[in-house]
């Protein structure tokens, strides 16, 4: 297993958006600048829905839910 990260900026807050493929499922964490991490419980068909659902989340949910 092996992670791969994207970085993001939302409302000037700098996220990075972790993706781990386990068995045939992508799993997708967002981590804050203080390294706090946000883990979904729902897996994806692909990475790119992975990220895609994850940077949905951040744009779309009051920013202060993933500042820690």
């Given at each position: 297993?092996?992670?791969?990260?994207?970085?993001?900026?939302?409302?000037?807050?700098?996220?990075?958006?972790?993706?781990?493929?386990?068995?045939?499922?992508?799993?997708?964490?967002?981590?804050?600048?203080a390294k706090t991490a946000f883990a979904f419980d729902?897996?994806?068909?692909?990475?790119?829905?992975?990220?895609?659902?994850a940077s949905d989340a951040?744009?779309?949910?009051?920013?202060?839910?993933?500042?820690?």
């Amino acid at each position: 297993m092996s992670a791969t990260g994207k970085q993001i900026v939302v409302e000037g807050h700098s996220f990075e958006i972790m993706t781990e493929k386990q068995g045939s499922a992508w799993r997708v964490e967002v981590v804050n600048s203080a390294k706090t991490a946000f883990a979904f419980d729902s897996t994806f068909a692909s990475e790119e829905e992975a990220i895609a659902h994850a940077s949905d989340a951040l744009q779309s949910t009051d920013i202060n839910t993933y500042l820690g």
